[in-house]
């Protein structure tokens, strides 16, 4: 009796396997297009209502708010949550693709390294660095390189980090211009603060070697901000991976944080963004409420007669925007600003054979207010640009570490570009 027992147990076992019940089913991003206007509504609730654990994050748009018919959504789905989540898709007649459904494997591969792992074989630049590391670099650099690099503290996080500006300053020569780099305004796009230490690496191996990064330096100094957002950058090596905001608290809601890049002082807080202080988009209680975006403001406005060009560095899609993003008007310049991103985007795809989009930021994604390209525009700075770099949703936030140094590169030629475009016409 009992051995016909075991076999029964042993032979349900062997079938549940072989019909691919027990296989493990994983974290998923599904790529998802609404047709309808009812799909739009169905797919606002899966990524609102759906949550498990709040672990049911949109990675593209931004918020829930932003979808619109016909316009691709990235939506990763915790594995205990896929069936829901699928059955309700099917039920709507809502078709998805797969992007990628090694989330767990990506993430860790993100996290190897990071300083000195064995396993790595890479380089420095070619990796994701903790926070902590990071800092190191920002001192180890400007000590190797007394002449060239200073560090200036421009201010602190919520959570009271220090906020770190390079400079990079090749010679004295009167009358120069300069030029704003930042990265990691949203803490899960960990290219951008991989870019800014690329940029860094980049200028200070080939001024001398390289024409064009020589021209540049010899005419601009650079300020470089590698992590805007400190806080939520930490918060993204030890909480969640996927945060995108500061880590301000809401005592009214026990939300955390706040979109630094919607708390500039640009059409603050109009269609594109919310008030409410759980929102992805949440633009804070006041522009520049916050400790982050308030330094930078600060830094700047000191800065505004010699900063020329500002660059944002972001993740990812592969686009190349200016102002406004505020509004639908045009910018003053805006013949200007599309010359200069299409002859970036051209070049990049002439010499890294990827596509960049290009536009006015409002026009080419959405009505998006309070950011900080924006802001430095109205600030005076006419040259005003945001990148958004690799790549267009196949891996999404979780690049593997083998691609920083082609997005780097490529982004690195279209910074050139621009640049050298405002030495130029300055
Ligand atoms: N994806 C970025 C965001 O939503 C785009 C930034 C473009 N500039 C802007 N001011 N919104 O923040
Ligand atoms: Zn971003």
Redesign the pocket.
Same mark, same amino acid.
């Given at each position: 009796m009992s051995t016909l027992l075991i076999w029964f147990v042993f032979m349900s076992l062997n079938i549940l396997l072989k019909t691919g019940h027990c296989t493990r089913i994983r974290d998923e991003i599904l790529s998802i297009t609404p047709k309808t206007e009812e799909q739009v509504d169905i797919l606002k609730n899966v990524s609102t209502e759906y949550k498990v654990d709040n672990e049911t994050v949109l990675w593209q748009?931004?918020s829930a708010e932003y979808i619109r018919e016909e316009m691709q959504v990235h939506l990763f789905v915790p594995a205990n949550s896929s069936g829901t989540v699928k059955d309700l898709l099917k039920k709507h007649h809502i078709t998805h693709e797969v992007l990628l459904d090694n989330a767990n494997e990506l993430i860790e591969l993100q996290m190897r390294n990071a300083s000195t792992d064995p396993r790595s074989s890479s380089t420095f630049y070619e990796r994701y660095h903790s926070l902590e590391d990071i800092y190191d670099w920002i001192n180890r650099t400007a000590q190797d390189n007394p002449r060239t690099v200073k560090a200036i503290l421009i201010g602190s996080s919520y959570e009271k980090r220090p906020l770190y500006v390079l400079k990079l300053s090749f010679n004295d020569r009167p009358n120069k211009t300069a030029m704003w780099i930042d990265c990691g305004i949203?803490a899960r796009e960990w290219i951008a603060p991989a870019f800014c230490l690329w940029f860094v690496h980049y200028s200070l191996s080939f001024y001398g070697q390289n024409t064009d990064i020589t021209h540049i330096l010899n005419s601009m100094d650079v300020y470089i901000l590698p992590v805007l957002n400190p806080d939520g950058y930490k918060y993204t090596w030890t909480g969640e991976r996927m945060w995108r905001k500061n880590r301000s608290i809401s005592k009214a809601t026990n939300c955390f944080g706040v #979109?630094l890049?919607?708390n500039f002082d640009?059409n603050w807080c109009t269609k594109?963004a919310s008030h409410n202080p759980c929102s992805e988009?949440y633009c804070g209680e006041f522009p520049e409420s916050e400790p982050e975006s308030q330094a930078v403001a600060d830094f700047l406005r000191r800065h505004k007669d010699t900063v020329q060009l500002y660059v &944002?560095i972001?993740s990812y &899609?592969q686009m190349l925007?200016f102002?406004y &993003?505020?509004t639908l008007e045009e910018a003053e310049n805006h013949s200007d600003l599309l010359e200069m991103a299409q002859e970036a985007a051209q070049n990049i795809r002439r010499y890294y054979r990827n596509t960049y989009r290009y536009g006015a930021?409002a026009a080419t994604?959405?009505l998006?207010?309070?950011?900080? #390209? #924006?802001w430095a525009y109205n600030l005076g700075i006419k040259y005003s640009f945001?990148f958004?770099l690799q790549d267009r949703g196949n891996k999404g936030f979780l690049l593997p570490p083998s691609h920083i140094a082609g997005a780097c590169n490529e982004a690195l030629l279209g910074v050139k570009i621009i640049a050298l475009k405002v030495i130029e016409k300055t």
């Open positions: 748009p931004a949203h #979109d890049n919607r640009a594109g988009i &944002s972001h &899609s925007l102002p &993003s505020c930021g994604i959405y998006a207010p309070g950011g900080s #390209d #924006d945001t958004e």
